[in-house]
């Protein structure tokens, strides 16, 4: 699976938009993007998903660069409960011998500040 | 409907003793995964179970980690003869295979801490 890189920490203010970077520059053809999120003293939390098209959810949206190099998460109007560790995922679909295991980096830390 | 649970929510041991992780998926999720956290740090994948395929256990840190899965349902994390560094949060996930996503919905975790 391809490697991901984020940046360790970001501030947001309540009611703002967050915006979550993250590179994938050695993502291949069939690579999915994900993101899940982690909050204190709790099993991660999928958010969304996409391959080459903009996604949204009632959580986020995901917005990955034409050459899927890099995609940005988008929280639209943060909340305190949205303060926790965001990691992004590169991972081939389950199926085809692939078992599907996520591969989690650092993450970046969002605190959402009052 | 439910989600995947996992118990003991904490398990206090001393060095040298073996302890039993449970994990129930979510009803009908046919693939289950356990995975470890150390403090402060990631993920680390350990095992999978898909159905009556053969388990992945290629993430498996040593011999004394083993699991077990009974059909599509709960599955038993060992690990024997503790040891200091296998205190972490270990965590399981189920997911509902089919198409060409799945998505892993996880437990709350179980904090092993070995004395």
């Known amino acids: 699976d391809a490697k991901t890189t984020q940046p360790p920490s970001m501030d947001c203010a309540e009611g703002r938009a967050a915006n979550l970077p993250c590179n994938h520059s050695?993502?291949?053809?069939?690579?999915?993007v994900y993101w899940y999120r982690q909050i204190h003293s709790q099993g991660p939390q999928y958010i969304i998903h996409g391959l080459k098209n903009n996604e949204t959810n009632e959580m986020a949206s995901l917005i990955i660069t034409e050459d899927r190099k890099s995609s940005t998460l988008i929280l639209p109007h943060a909340t305190l409960r949205d303060t926790a560790v965001y990691y992004c995922?590169?991972?081939?679909?389950?199926?085809?011998?692939?078992?599907?295991?996520?591969?989690f980096g650092q993450g970046t830390t969002l605190q959402v500040k009052p | 409907g439910a989600g995947v649970s996992q118990s003991p929510s904490n398990k206090v041991t001393e060095k040298g003793k073996d302890v039993e992780l449970r994990c129930d998926p979510i009803?009908?999720?046919?693939?289950l995964y356990w995975y470890r956290q150390r403090l402060g740090q990631g993920l680390e994948f350990l095992i999978y179970f898909q159905g009556n395929s053969a388990p992945d256990k290629s993430g498996l840190p040593s011999d004394r980690f083993s699991a077990e899965r009974t059909g599509e349902s709960v599955s038993t994390l060992t690990i024997q003869r503790t040891q200091q560094e296998d205190s972490a949060v270990y965590l399981c996930a189920s997911s509902l295979e089919g198409g060409d996503t799945d998505t892993q919905y996880f437990g709350p975790g179980t904090r092993l801490t070995v004395l």
């Open positions: 050695t993502i291949s053809g069939n690579e999915y």
């Open positions: 009803s009908g999720h046919t693939a």
């Open positions: 995922i590169v991972r081939l679909f389950h199926g085809s011998g692939n078992t599907g295991k996520l591969i």
